[in-house]
């Protein structure tokens, strides 16, 4: 039973970040290296050659960033903590001014009437575990739970609502088989490994959270919708849910890899890696569950106008298809297709039974430019992204109607921010950030949210 996770007559709302993405400070405070440090610095790894060593500046802005989730009138913030700032090296001496960090962040929320919510794990592993090999070690999932331990000591007094990993697929999959995420490692069936250490990581952290009193553990997936393009598509898109969704809520909801899953991914029936007690480790140990969405899949048979999607090339058991993305796109060049949603949250509710967050939706788009408004001030004339945003709260409240448990909806995302390989060249914010002053200036979808969050709340 959740104590603090929100559970109201309406959705709540709230904002989210990640600590790479706006924090920027890398080298301040005894912050150590992490695995995004050392891909973005390769050549050609970012779209811009950029990375995340400014970024929004947040490390030392973020009381003015609180300022906007106020005034956007949200009651949750989601956060990230970074784990090379608490344990510079992955393991061992252990950095207060890292803590210190936090510490301000969450009081600063608080007392501006904030609801924070920090995620654990949001892609900045410490170099030091890559190169002991990273999530493909056990080990990686051993010291995620001591880290995990080191922050709840620290926040655990005024932190009540805890995810342990965001998009543990991306860190898996684009990290160690795709090879377009840090570490940019390019081997195959090596995503699966890393799957199962992120499942080990998370349920090892959870039982010592529990064991510490902790009542809202949750964990935050990008789940999505495969949608056969054709019949004869269909097994390669349940092959798709497979890798993509039911090796995460398989082990959560029934501690187990299911068949279908260990046809396509047969490194998951190997003993010396998922070890007697794995699964059961597992099984239960979230409170709630977090769903990113952003976009459904259509996948298709050897569609020769259409390349092998990378990211399916990362599944060397799966069958290739290409996917067919209709319009309209957004900026990054995924389908806006808002029943996406209302269908992923349906199907996670069945498959887990938990409670629900939105833990992330919303767009990279094109009219995000800066320009005079008709008072002289700046704005930024966002309407696709409002058209985006309203269509998506829409069928998250179609979704709790039609019975799925969700409970809130958290904007992706406050600033515009380093969007990992995409650099800064596609913008999520509703508060638009100036390269050069890192000005913050938001959004019309940012006015928008706020009439709608306030509207929706009284
Ligand atoms: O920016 C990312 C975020 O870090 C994780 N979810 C998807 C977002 C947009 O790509």
Redesign the pocket.
């Known amino acids: 039973m959740t104590q603090y996770l929100p559970d109201g007559p309406t959705l709540a709302f709230g904002a989210a970040t990640?600590a790479y993405?706006i924090e920027g400070a890398t080298t301040e405070d005894g912050r150590g290296a992490s695995i995004w440090d050392t891909f973005a610095a390769r050549p050609g790894a970012t779209r811009d050659g950029r990375d995340g060593s400014v970024a929004c500046d947040s490390y030392r802005r973020y009381e003015e960033d609180l300022d906007l989730v106020v005034g956007m009138n949200a009651g949750w913030y989601r956060f990230s903590i970074a784990w090379p700032r608490i344990v510079p090296a992955g393991t061992g001496a252990v950095e207060q001014r890292g803590l210190d960090y936090y510490d301000r962040l969450v009081d600063a929320a608080l007392a501006r009437g904030v609801q924070p919510t920090a995620t654990l794990y949001?892609w900045d592993l410490p170099q030091a575990l890559e190169d002991r090999g990273g999530w493909l070690e056990r080990s990686t999932a051993e010291a995620f739970a001591d880290y995990a331990m080191v922050v709840h000591e620290r926040l655990g007094d005024r932190v009540h609502v805890w995810a342990t990993h965001?998009?543990p697929w991306?860190a898996a999959y684009l990290g160690y088989a795709a090879g377009i995420h840090a570490p940019g490692r390019k081997e195959g069936g090596a995503g699966h490994r890393a799957a199962h250490h992120l499942n080990l990581g998370h349920g090892l952290a959870a039982a010592r959270l529990h064991g510490a009193g902790v009542t809202d553990v949750g964990i935050v997936h990008?789940l999505a919708p495969f949608w056969p393009e054709t019949p004869e598509a269909a097994p390669a898109a349940d092959e798709l849910d497979a890798v993509r969704n039911r090796i995460w809520t398989g082990p959560l909801a029934e501690g187990a890899y299911d068949e279908g899953l260990l046809r396509v991914a047969p490194e998951l029936a190997d003993s010396t890696l998922v070890r007697d007690g794995d699964l059961a480790l597992v099984r239960g140990s979230a409170d709630w569950i977090g769903v990113?969405y952003?976009t459904p899949f259509r996948p298709t048979l050897a569609d020769p106008s259409l390349d092998v999607h990378p990211e399916v090339e990362a599944y060397p058991g799966v069958t290739p298809v290409s996917f067919v993305v209709r319009e309209p796109r957004t900026d990054?060049g995924w389908e806006t297709d808002a029943s996406g949603l209302e269908a992923i949250l349906v199907q996670t509710h069945e498959r887990t039974g938990l409670p629900i967050m939105v833990t992330?939706n919303g767009a990279a788009c094109a009219d995000d430019e800066l320009v005079d408004g008709p008072d002289g001030r700046p704005m930024v004339a966002d309407q696709d992204r409002i058209d985006y945003l309203r269509d998506h709260i829409g069928a998250a409240e179609a979704a709790r109607k039609a019975g799925a448990d969700v409970r809130g909806y958290i904007v992706?995302?406050l600033l515009d921010n380093f969007?990992?390989a995409e650099g800064y060249t596609k913008t999520?914010g509703v508060v638009h950030i100036d390269a050069e002053t890192l000005a913050r200036t938001p959004k019309a979808s940012y006015h928008w949210l706020a009439e709608h969050i306030g509207s929706a709340s009284s």
């Open positions: 990640a993405q949001h965001n998009e991306c990008n990113n952003y990054i992330e992706w995302t969007e990992w999520f």
